[in-house]
């Protein structure tokens, strides 16, 4: 009875999720190599997901660490499939393809970033509801973006399954991530 509880509870919280409609809209993007991505193309895999900037002085660095660490200790499990990092900025004005490929090489081997206008930036924000604001430029032209700080796990049917904040550590992360692996069921269309 009680596994069955669960899974009611699993199934609603799922239904739940797709309701609420969050990071469901297609958005039209480039990785650093150029070619362009969109939502159907994290379909069908793992996908942990964080909003940010490269000028971001402590909190992206720190969140992308955290998120790759993360995907290093789910890595070393074996018999789960593995999970894509992904980095999307909110600051498309300084972080070209170019500027991302820069960045995010030192973070993990298969850390994606993806760039784009500031409307296809804009658009895939606002898709998982996504905060941005940039402040006012100083006298040399710096300037910081707020954003909401939340890392998205995706699962394979694109659907959001869970959203972290910055409280949570790599080794949280991971667990959550496989324990949503385990009871992974595909919620029907």
């Given at each position: ?161 869970d959203c972290y904040g910055r409280s949570r550590t790599a080794e ?18």
């Open positions: 009875l009680r596994r069955e509880k669960e899974q009611r509870l699993r199934q609603r919280r799922l239904r739940d999720l797709r309701a609420l409609a969050l990071g469901q809209a297609d958005f039209q993007l480039q990785d650093t190599s150029g070619t362009p991505r969109s939502r159907a193309d994290l379909l069908g895999r793992w996908v942990l997901l964080y909003f940010g900037f490269t000028h971001c002085p402590d909190v992206c660095p720190e969140e992308l660490e955290k998120l790759c660490r993360a995907v290093e200790l789910l890595e070393g499990v074996p018999g789960l499939p593995p999970v894509q990092p992904l980095f999307i900025t909110v600051d498309p004005a300084r972080d070209d393809a170019a500027a991302l490929g820069r960045y995010l090489r030192d973070f993990h081997p298969r850390l994606q970033g993806l760039t784009g206008t500031a409307e296809q930036v804009r658009a895939a924000a606002g898709a998982f509801r996504v905060y941005v604001s940039a402040g006012p430029p100083d006298p040399d032209g710096d300037y910081v973006v707020d954003h909401s700080v939340l890392t998205f796990l995706l699962g394979p049917d694109g659907l959001v399954r949280e992360l991971a667990k959550s991530v496989r324990g949503h692996m385990e009871s992974y069921e595909p919620l029907p269309p």
